[in-house]
């Protein structure tokens, strides 16, 4: 599964891991990840996530 | 020794200057100093709100100790981790050992990474959560980048003071101000204000956009930031340009003309373009990226509409500053531009393509075409080149392109000193109305054509109701008046309104024209017959033409013209006669000024005795004071430092500025 970096702060997405601080389980693909999704770091959306 | 500042009653900077430091967060020159800022509130308990750089550790304990006056310190807030807020944090723990860490998880996570693990001393705090130190409580917002993810901000609901941590601060030293408005901010400071924002926060406009919309809400009467100034008042002048920079719209319609040049060609043609676009009336700031710090720059092109880069060609690409230049500007997030640009190369020029590719992913972003090409040096082309681009840019910026009108070498004054000199005669102007006669002072009566019959016209004052009259039966006569006429005919006529009186009440002369009409047979040489056939209202008299049916010369008296009235007849400023008291002898008419004659009195002049003089009272002439008109001589009796607004001449219709202040 990929990783997915975020523009603003550089916070990385890694499926592997999921975001559990968000309530986002382990081997949660970035596909899967509801449209609300807020980068943990620094807030933004899901859009300005881009592959690594 | 401590060196603070008060904000109000219970809160007080506990911050310092630096001056020594050469680049802020080891890149941004602050040639005028920056200042870290933190606060301390005494209220039921204490509470410090962030530390400060370690390069002014000593001060800020000292003032610190100072403000606390033996008191412990109950609470240490942080908003930023940041190490020019954040550094002293660890030493300040070890001298105030009890004191609870105010923070969120972000905030926590960092104070391990940088010092040591603090969980044992911190109460943790989330997005909207709230504390009350005794009078204040504090109410806790996170600011996610601005301009660091762990960013949070309180606001004080007692005293309606919000700590923004960076957001609002400037570079330069305080140098003993505190507040904005002890300085000239938007004069002398916004210049910093914006380098500072634009470079440090720039990138995060619409993080910064959020925790405004937040902020919004909010009443706030005081900013406290981490650098730079406390904003009690005019907070809103700093505010708008926060709002035009988060959203990366430009404050001015101008240009920022940046150029990367090694032997001058490249800065030639930047030169000469930047004299085109002031010529077209185009604000330009101009900037050499061999000298210039790149900050300002960057400031400079988000305070710019219209953004100009012109780069020799070096090693095949962009030269080395311009291309640091461009990455720093697309770094930072700038949109909305329009840009153009410019290369030079003498085998190969080709920065001008890998400019363009180094911008093309800002936002909302035009180039306007084309690239302008120079091989070595500029050319006569490149002149036309240069003024099509110049013209394109002061379209958007000014406007379609004027035909600029000529300065004017002249400008065109009415000089009331010229009217002086126009040649009139004066005259009585009557009408009837059913069995009343009215008349009042002219001097505008002229034969107006020839023919059969002849026309006459007289331009009247519409206030004057004799001007009403004529308009309401269409006839009138002129009476011609003569050198030998008094004052006294111009205030009968002149000084009172047939409103009111009956102007010809103590005339003892009954003449009469054919018409029907009164006129003047004394002090006068002719007198003219009319019936009115057209009027013109011009505003604030109406122009009578009217058929000459009668005209009679009465005698040879030379006529009274404007300027013989001026000299001749018009009362000059009289100086006001006064007697004192005293005796005057009978004989001779010796005075003697005093209130008792000596019984042994002689009179120096005829040698006569008391029993030859006679008492005389003083006499003080009332003064009448007022106002004389300057044109017509009429004096208005008045009591005040000046007219009415409203107030005109009854005689000539001139306003108050046409009187002088008199006495009569």
Redesign the interface.
């Known amino acids: 599964m990929e990783k997915y970096v975020c523009q ?2 550089g916070y990385v997405y890694d499926p592997e891991v999921g975001a559990p601080e968000a309530g986002i389980a382990p081997g949660t693909p970035f596909e899967d990840l509801p449209e609300d999704f807020a980068c943990p ?4 959306s899901k859009d300005n996530f881009e592959k690594q | 020794m401590y060196c603070t500042k008060r904000i109000l009653d219970d809160l007080f900077w506990v911050g310092a200057d630096d001056r020594r430091l050469s680049c802020f967060e080891g890149v941004y020159g602050v040639p005028e100093g920056v200042s870290y800022n933190s606060y301390v509130l005494l209220d039921e308990k204490t509470v410090l709100f962030d530390t400060v750089d370690k390069a002014v550790a000593k001060t800020f304990f000292e003032n610190v100790k100072h403000v606390l006056n033996g008191r412990k310190l109950d609470y240490l807030v942080i908003h930023h981790m940041e190490p020019d807020h954040a550094a002293t944090i660890e030493d300040l723990v070890y001298r105030y050992p009890e004191t609870r860490i105010i923070c969120n998880a972000q905030i926590k996570k960092l104070l391990g990474q940088y010092f040591f693990d603090m969980s044992d001393r911190i109460d943790l705090v989330k997005e909207g959560d709230s504390i009350s130190f005794g009078k204040h409580e504090l109410t806790f917002v996170n600011a996610p980048m601005v301009h660091w993810p762990e960013v949070m901000m309180s606001y004080d609901k007692t005293d309606k003071i919000l700590f923004t941590a960076d957001a609002f601060g400037t570079f330069g030293a305080l140098n003993g101000h505190i507040f904005a408005d002890e300085v000239d901010f938007m004069h002398d400071w916004l210049d910093e204000a914006r380098r500072y924002y634009t470079n440090i926060v720039g990138k995060y406009g619409p993080q910064v956009q959020n925790v405004l919309k937040k902020a919004s809400a909010l009443e706030i009467n005081y900013v406290c930031p981490l650098h730079g100034f406390v904003w009690r008042s005019h907070f809103g002048d700093f505010l708008e340009k926060y709002l035009l920079w988060s959203s990366y719209e430009p404050e001015v319609k101008g240009v920022c003309l940046a150029y990367a040049s090694v032997y001058g060609h490249t800065e030639n043609m930047a030169n000469i373009l930047a004299g085109k676009l002031v010529d077209r009336g185009v604000p330009v700031e101009m900037f050499d990226t061999s000298v210039i710090p790149a900050s300002y720059i960057v400031s400079s092109a988000f305070k710019n509409s219209h953004l100009v880069f012109a780069s020799t060609t070096y090693n095949a690409g962009i030269f080395v500053t311009m291309e640091n230049l461009l990455h720093d500007i697309a770094n930072h997030n700038l949109q909305n531009r329009k840009i153009a640009l410019l290369e030079n190369g003498s085998w190969g020029p080709t920065s001008g393509k890998q400019m363009k590719e180094l911008l093309s992913n800002l936002k909302g972003t035009e180039f306007i075409e084309n690239t302008i090409t120079i091989l070595s040096a500029p050319t006569e082309k490149t002149m036309s080149e240069l003024d099509a681009l110049a013209d394109a840019i002061a379209k958007d910026i000014v406007g379609e392109k004027k035909v600029a009108a000529p300065a004017p070498v002249y400008k065109a004054e009415v000089s009331n000193d010229a009217f002086i000199n126009l040649t009139y005669g004066v005259e009585v102007l009557t009408t009837k109305d059913g069995d009343k006669d009215y008349g009042c002072i002219i001097n505008t009566a002229f034969q107006a054509a020839a023919g059969d019959p002849k026309k006459m016209a007289i331009s009247v004052i519409n206030k004057n109701y004799t001007c009403e009259m004529i308009k309401k039966t269409g006839v009138f006569n002129v009476s011609v008046l003569t050198e030998d006429a008094p004052f006294a005919i111009f205030e009968q006529f002149g000084f009172q309104s047939g409103r009111n009186v009956d102007k010809f009440a103590d005339v003892d002369y009954q003449d009469r024209t054919a018409n029907g009409l009164r006129y003047l047979p004394v002090y006068t040489n002719a007198v003219f017959s009319c019936e009115v056939t057209e009027s013109i209202d011009l505003g604030p008299s109406t122009l009578f033409i009217g058929n000459i049916i009668e005209a009679k010369k009465l005698n040879s008296d030379p006529s009274c013209t404007y300027a013989y009235y001026h000299a001749h007849i018009k009362p000059k400023k009289q100086p006001v006669a006064e007697q004192k008291e005293g005796w005057r002898c009978k004989v001779c008419g010796y005075f003697y000024e005093g209130h008792e004659l000596p019984a042994d009195f002689v009179c120096p002049l005829c040698k006569h005795g008391p029993e030859d003089f006679e008492y005389v009272p003083a006499v003080t002439v009332k003064k009448k004071k007022g106002f004389i008109c300057k044109i017509c001589g009429y004096f208005e009796e008045y009591d005040g430092d000046e007219l009415p607004a409203d107030y005109t001449c009854p005689l000539c219709n001139h306003g108050r500025e046409d009187f002088e202040p008199a006495e009569m």
Do not use: A, F
């Open positions: 603003v702060c770091l620094c807030g933004v």
